[in-house]
């Protein structure tokens, strides 16, 4: 039996705490004492444990109860709930997948997650629900992820892989006293930087950045934001209309071609295509020359400004950084294709301080010197399903079963899902336009979600069975970006009846013949224990050493040395391109592809291109629609976990999600400080509360996602959102036909104030439990 110790440890994606116990009881959670810069998000933890709107019992929709899944789809979002046992839940759980794999095959079962769920790596819930699948028959499952998909499929294409975009990055190390101007395009964050997949022991964003920046480097904000960009780094800002900066990349490459400035060298060495690319910038292949003044009239941004960038540029050791929230717009592939050929026409690539990398300060530990080593994770098992979809195409695929779509230079058809099983993460958040995701959802025949609170994906189930939190079992942490390996200890007993996904997930593969292949007889002490070998063998082949299990349960965390030896990105490469070669078709970084050109697809071409998107401010609709809306990563939540904490709710207005708007803006619709306002498109409409801010430029709004989503009206579709939930506004289509990634980021949205009284905020209590 695992002994939880007197001061245990919570490990988070936001960081490693210390629990201070009082007769039993958490009171407080204290940061790692050798973190740097800990994030707040720890403060809304305890008090949201056993709020209101935590789900204490097995719930199903009333009309499912009585019907099953004859009952449709349509009541979900707005019927009230059936409290059941959990003997009744998990054999009605069982009978609808037998029933589904009986009647459609395993390939009408769609795993749905998105991996936030918890640090710990045995409680991983998009691990848990995918073996599980897998145990069963298997699933059909999604591609790729919401944070940077369309950099997921281009990468490859250009580099051969995707170091540089999740892993493998220049590290701080290599940037401080090397770097002379960093360009950072959508800025660095720092409340990005708060979080971390696996656990974070370190937060390092502003020690690397400072550290940068007292050794020389100066730096430059290119984003429509400007505290995008930390105000200790003292950062030039300069402002493009949002979704334009491949307009403005494409300037500072001709300005280079025009004045010679480009490494001829470097380009004949190490790349492919150049000349086709050339061709496009200097307009001999289509008559446009992308000078600066054809970039200024696209991105707002002074000629002369983008000429000065350039030269600055190529004078200086520079480091090219780019956001991954870049490439979550339509056309979005392009800005990493582009960025990649700005920083070859530079010639730097591969050197310290040089060269490019996308999400520095999108997580914290990207930049950080890691271990070639994986830390275990568990097992998914094998999946005899071979179909899957884009993640972010999820409401295509119910609103169009067998309907054919592009993907990668692949045909492919959408599945025809007739049950979702949903465990970890929260659709009703991260996915785009909202109203639409309602209306899919009410196609498949059965609805299953593991959820703690009820949140809007609860409350669109037929099924709802109670998981326990990272407080409330037993876990161990790593991550592939920190050198810590930490345990998880319990601070709460289970809330009502909740019990962890691995439980639920046991007991009902045993109901379904499979419980020997799920659990392989081990319980949760046994995989940790388990885990804990393995991370131990991997360690000790590096000639470094953890202590024994329980030395280690009682201590709570362990570190590792820093790394030595890290190169800069594509360093070897560089060396000696012949001998190192990229695994792309030239075996060199591709300017000009000619797989991708053979695809024949117009919404992404051979080479890096600006195209013009559907929603921007240059497009007609602005003309009803003239505000472009940014809805970024929050400050105060992990994307909507938490949104029911103390930290978030402190920041609301009125109780409503703050809207950033700059001044004028402001004074043309005779707005103030604190006023609640309609923000809507043709897609939906949502209330926020008004912050006047000359931080967003002109022409700009910023309201960060992750409020829980709170219809006036629940299960209509087109219900006003009282809360402040961006994604009924956003646009859910593909952001190519090769990536079909998200374009939240590509959004025309206009603002009045709101009228009469303002409807009370109801998603954080439950719904009506009959």
């Known amino acids: 039996m695992l002994i939880t110790p007197d001061e245990p440890t919570v490990a988070t994606h936001w960081g490693v705490y210390r629990a201070r116990m009082k ?23 305890i008090g949201a444990l056993d709020d209101g709107c935590r789900i204490r019992r097995p719930a199903v929709r009333a009309s499912f109860l009585e019907k099953g899944a004859a009952a449709g789809g349509s009541g979900r979002g707005g019927e009230p709930f059936v409290e059941i046992d959990w003997p009744q839940a998990l054999d009605l759980v069982a009978r ?39 145990a069963v028959g298997g699933y059909v499952r999604s591609i790729s992820n919401y944070s940077f998909a369309a950099a997921d499929a281009i990468l490859p294409h250009v580099l051969g892989d995707k170091r540089g975009l999740d892993a493998g990055h220049t590290t701080w190390d290599q940037l401080a006293g090397h770097a ?23 937060h390092l964003l502003r020690e690397g950045l400072t550290a940068c920046r007292d050794q020389g480097a100066s730096f430059v904000c290119i984003s429509p934001i400007r505290d995008d960009a930390m105000a200790e780094l003292d950062a030039r800002w300069i402002a493009p209309r949002p979704n334009t900066d491949v307009a403005l990349m494409l300037a500072l490459a001709h300005t280079l071609i025009e004045e010679g400035l480009h490494d001829q060298k470097f380009l ?82 591969g050197l310290p301080g040089g060269g490019f990398g996308f999400g520095y300060a999108s997580a914290n530990g990207v930049g950080n010197a890691v271990y070639p080593f994986s830390w275990p994770t568990l097992p998914q098992g094998s999946n005899a399903i071979a179909d899957s979809i884009p993640v972010a195409r999820i409401a295509d695929a119910l609103l169009h079963p067998g309907a054919p779509y592009d993907f990668n230079g692949e045909k492919r058809r959408y599945p025809d899902i007739r049950l979702i099983y949903w465990a970890g993460g929260n659709p009703f958040h991260h996915h785009q336009d909202i109203n639409r995701l309602i209306a899919a959802w009410r196609r498949p025949e059965t609805v299953i979600v593991h959820e703690s ?64 292949t ?39 965390i362990v570190t590792l040395p820093e790394p030595q030896d890290q190169k800069p990105l594509l360093a070897e490469f560089v060396a000696d391109p012949q001998a190192q070669p990229l695994k792309t078709p030239s075996g060199r970084i591709e300017l000009f592809s000619e797989r991708i050109a053979g695809f024949g697809y117009d919404d992404c071409p051979g080479h890096p291109s600006w195209l013009v998107p559907r929603e921007w401010l240059g497009a007609a609709l602005a003309e009803r629609f003239p505000l472009h ?30 809207l950033r708007i700059h001044p004028e803006d402001a004074r043309l619709r005779g707005l103030s400080d604190g006023d609640i306002v309609r923000v809507f498109n043709d897609r939906g409409a949502c209330l926020a509360g008004i912050v006047v801010c000359d931080a967003v430029m002109q022409g700009v709004v910023q309201m960060a996602t992750g409020a829980w989503y709170d219809p006036l009206e629940p299960g209509l579709v087109g219900s006003l959102d009282k809360h402040g939930n961006p ?44």
């Open 23 to 45: 007769d039993g009881a958490a009171v407080a959670l204290e940061p790692y004492e050798h973190d740097p810069d800990p994030s707040p998000l720890g403060l809304s933890m």
């Open 96 to 134: 609808e997948i037998a029933r589904v794999r009986e009647s459609h095959g395993n390939g009408a079962i769609f795993g749905g997650s998105y991996g936030w769920s918890s640090a710990g790596r045995f409680h991983h819930a998009q691990s848990q629900v995918h073996r599980f699948l897998n």
């Open 180 to 202: 002379e101007l960093i360009v950072m395009f959508g800025g660095t964050p720092h409340k990005n930087a708060q979080v971390g997949s696996g656990g974070i022991s370190r």
């Open 268 to 349: 004949a060495r190490c790349t492919t295509g150049f000349e086709r690319f050339a061709g496009y910038v200097t307009g001999a292949d289509d008559g446009v020359p992308k000078t600066p003044e054809w970039a200024q009239a696209i991105s707002g941004v002074p000629a002369e400004t983008m000429r000065a960038l350039a030269r600055e540029m190529v004078r200086r050791r520079t480091m090219i950084m780019m956001s991954w929230s870049l490439q979550r717009a339509e056309h979005g592939e392009q800005p990493y294709w582009m960025a990649i050929a700005l920083a070859a026409m530079i010639g730097q690539i």
């Open 453 to 516: 609170w009820w949140n809007a994906t609860a409350r669109h189930a037929d099924i709802v069975l109670p998981a326990s939190t990272a407080m409330e079992r037993n876990d161990i942490a790593s991550s592939a970006r920190d050198r810590m390996i930490a345990a998880c200890h319990p601070i709460s007993a289970p809330i009502g009846e909740a019990r962890s996904d691995y439980e639920i997930f046991a007991d009902l593969a045993g109901l379904l013949g499979a419980r020997e």
């Open 518 to 556: 799920f659990t392989e007889g081990r319980d949760e002490e046994g995989w940790i224990r388990h885990f804990y070998t393995v991370a131990r063998q991997r360690v000790a082949e590096y000639g470094m050493e953890l202590p024994d299990f329980e030395s280690f349960w009682q201590a709570g």
């Open 629 to 658: 809306l940014i809805s970024n990563q929050p400050a105060s939540k992990l994307h909507s976990q938490y949104d029911n904490g103390a930290l978030s709710r402190s920041t609301k207005i009125a109780g409503r999600e703050p």
């Open 727 to 770: 994604n009924v506004l956003t646009q859910d289509r593909g952001s190519s036909r090769l990536g079909q990634a998200t374009i939240a980021h590509s959004c025309l949205v206009e603002i009045e104030r709101h009228e009469g009284e303002l409807p009370p905020i109801t998603c954080y209590e439950p719904p009506t439990l009959i």
